[in-house]
């Protein structure tokens, strides 16, 4: 082990040491969000009314952690049942599947106090602010369910409805006083008919939570669900992250433990950047090609020296010149006549006389069966490296 992974091993233990004795002498702060989690203690999730609801609804519950539109396109109801929905936005398809259902005999018991534009015009209700005060009272119209109440005392929503259509039952309001309808604010509680069944919109989902459940004394919100008929209800459920057994589960819903979790993801992240920049692999040294054209063209030189066979060279060189004179001059090499001779002449400004001694060299460079001397070559390379200059 090296000096220096000692030395990070050291000052991370340091960091971990004093994170938990933070964490030690850290008092506990209360969470008030408004999350409704069905796993959440925090007095707005709903982590009660989870383990209650089996027997609220007298075993007859199923939890639906997909969307409706997952649900019922996997899972198609012969007959009528209740849904149940806890301030979850749902998608537009999903909610045409839902009306489906209603529309066909089921009840939809909602809890909501937000909804899309649409949504609302096609159920018939407007949401309001109803009251700017800290506390106020819930409590259902039926007067066989007067003692049914709820104080509302820890954030409310304050929202309620403003418009109602006309054939819309309201169920429950909010009021100033309790057990006094002079003093009503406004329906937070209401039942509209949908086809062959029915939704009932509850605008406070406040009353779902741990903090209410807990606090309240009567049987408001047991009221309530007792609107909806004795059978099988599906609850779509409302969950921060999907459901798992893994232990990391565990860890990331502690939060000591999910920040040391962080902290040592961090401390590995930081430990591979630091050993990365110090421990870099050697760039190797790469030779530059080497240009052996040169080389090559000596060689064959040689080649053709020893052998002697010097005609096949000034033909080489022949072709050569002739390729230059196309692709730089643009004259026609076709015919090496006297008018080939006078263009040349004219392009490159050289002795006519020494063009005319080039252009016999190279027609007998073309000719197989010209003798070549070695003293031909030298002439014929001589001049023509002249005409070309």
């Not at 589960?249 to 401390?267: T, V």
């Not at 060689?299 to 060279?313: P, T, W």
């Amino acid at each position: 082990m090296s000096k220096t992974f000692k030395i990070y091993a050291v000052i991370f233990i340091i960091i971990l040491i004093v994170m938990g004795m933070f964490e030690m002498n850290k008092k506990p702060v209360l969470d008030w969000r408004k999350n409704y989690n069905v796993e959440k203690k925090t007095p707005f999730g709903l982590y009660i009314f989870d383990q209650e609801s089996t027997a609220l609804f007298k075993g007859k519950l199923e939890k639906a952690r997909i969307s409706p539109y997952a649900y019922y396109q996997k899972k198609q109801y012969k007959k009528p049942h209740n849904i149940l929905i806890i301030q979850k936005k749902l998608d537009d398809v999903s909610w045409e599947y839902i009306m489906n259902e209603v529309a066909n005999g089921s009840d939809v018991m909602w809890f909501t106090n937000n909804t899309t534009a649409k949504l609302r015009d096609t159920l018939g209700f407007r949401f309001k602010t109803v009251s700017f005060e800290d506390n106020y009272y819930l409590q259902l119209t039926d007067k066989k369910l007067t003692d049914s109440w709820l104080l509302i005392d820890k954030l409310p929503d304050n929202q309620g409805f403003s418009y109602i259509r006309s054939d819309i039952e309201i169920l429950g309001k909010t009021l100033h006083k309790k057990n006094n309808n002079e003093s009503s604010i406004s329906a937070d509680f209401v039942k509209i008919n949908f086809g062959k069944g029915h939704f009932y919109v509850h605008s406070e989902p406040l009353i779902l939570t741990n903090y209410y459940l807990l606090k309240s004394k009567n049987k408001y919100l047991e009221s309530i669900l007792s609107y909806l008929p004795d059978r099988q209800t599906v609850w779509f459920v409302e969950t921060d992250t999907p459901l798992s057994m893994s232990p990391m589960r565990f860890i990331l819903n502690n939060p000591p433990l999910r920040y040391a979790w962080y902290l040592l993801l961090l401390g590995l992240l930081i430990f591979v950047l630091f050993n990365a920049k110090r421990k870099q692999r050697i760039v190797p040294v790469i030779e530059p090609l080497k240009n052996t054209s040169l080389d090559f063209i000596r060689s064959i030189g040689n080649l053709y020296l020893q052998e002697g066979d010097f005609h096949e060279m000034m033909a080489k060189k022949a072709q050569y010149f002739l390729n230059r004179i196309r692709m730089d001059l643009l004259i026609d090499t076709q015919h090496l006549d006297e008018q080939f001779i006078i263009k040349l002449h004219l392009k490159t400004g050289k002795n006519i006389e020494l063009i005319k001694e080039a252009v016999a060299l190279v027609k007998k460079g073309q000719d197989p069966y010209a003798s070549v001397m070695k003293e031909d070559l030298i002439k014929m390379n001589q001049l023509l490296d002249q005409i070309l200059k």
